[in-house]
């Protein structure tokens, strides 16, 4: 797995900082460069604003150009990254962007790294928010999944060692350090989810989750309970174990538990989706609709790295942390459509589909979090393919019945990067999943596939606040991004360790 850079803060100019490659930026439509890059240009004789002029570096969003600085200042190369159009720039992009530019920096053997803090000053942000976007950005940027490979790697290997954010006001250094550290912590969750969700099923199964849950328990010092095979029918969690049963792997229900107060009960569960492998059981996907079918656990994922990253953050809050993992397979024993299956907390689920696992394996998982006696619950999963077709890859769905939890939610996300999008939770949308036979079914038919697929699951929080993240659309990239190889994107985990910070208060 990949190792981190060190990261740190030095008050100076960028242009005197000894690293193999200085990062600076510029917004598009900016002619002459100001702030940190205009200093650059100066100590470059000009030669960035030339290449403005020569049309060569635009400042469109993203774009990243590398220039040798002929000794002229300490660093050898000079990386542009262009911040797009300042009235559009954010805190999303200025994560991405600091990922562009550490990218390129390494494409261009850079080991060492200074970098300035994107967007603090014409881009208008909250100059804290952003030195943390910066850092986080550039760290989750530098990700990258070569455990598997055994010959030649992308780059060659390369590898950035240390990371300085270089910033000239000194009243602006002790909120930077803050931010760094901070960054540290979310990037690493961020990079720890990645890890485990590109690792491919036959290495990750709902065996090898919960040895990887118990090594975060032990290394943190976090309570650990694990739940399998036909321990779970004798609890009750008749759902969870029906999904896989036809796995030689028998499911499990994994528990963590991090205590931040002394007294009083559990203040949040985390609920994560762990599915190793969804082939969609025996209403089987088609084959391409199984290609990134391992990564149907990223909800798991993102709740055991929050875990780790809340325990390493320590907020004043009692957490725990459930993962329902299971394989979804076909074959002799596998459940089956028409099947009824009882839950923890006694209902029944009238199966109509056994591609629609997630609410299933997750009835119980809320269920147990609500008999725990959680004062609040949320849920994230890669549940809907509806949630792609409404939000397409730039946003999670939020569905809540509670207006603060969601709000809650909400307000974490954005300090993270991470853009969510509510969707409502009216009551109607119940009359969708009613069964002829049982209490409910497990799927509502195909409009708002991505509420009803909500709401069936918030049915077992009760009357515990309860809110829902479905991340089909934002937990995987097909492509590689300028910020970002293809694959797992991690989302989630900084977000759910920054409501556990949020609720701390
Ligand atoms: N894991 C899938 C959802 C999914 C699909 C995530 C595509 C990412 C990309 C989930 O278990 C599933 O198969 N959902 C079905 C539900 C349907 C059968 C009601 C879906 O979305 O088609
Ligand atoms: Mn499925
Ligand atoms: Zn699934």
Redesign the pocket.
Known sequence: MSTEPDVSVQQGSISDAAADAVVVNLFEGVRMPGGATGAVDAALNGLLSQAIADGEITGRLYETTVIHTGGRIPARRVVVVGLGRAEEFNLVRARRAAGAAARAARRAGARSLATIVHGAGIGGLEPEAAARATVEGTLTGLYAFTRYRTRGQDGGGRRVESLVVVEHSAGKIAAFERAARQAQVMARATNRARDWTNMPPNDMHPGTLAETAAEVARSCGLELEIIAGEQLLAAGMGALYAVGQASQHAPRLIRLAYRGREAGGIDLALVGKG?TF?S?GLCLKPGDAMDW?KA?MAGAAAVLAAAEAVAALRPALNVTFLIPAVENLPGGRAFKPNDVLRTLDGRTIEVL?T????RLILADAVAKAAADGAARIVDIA?????A?VALGHEASALISTDDDLAAAVERASAACGERVWRLPAWPEYREQFKSEIADLKN?GGRAA?TIT?ALIIGTFAGSVPWAHLDI?GTAWHDRGKPWADAGATGVGAAALAQLCLDLAG
């Open positions: 599915v969804d969609g079918m149907d589909n591609d629609a696992e997630g890669t549940l809907t393919g509806a792609i799927t596939g697929g089909a």
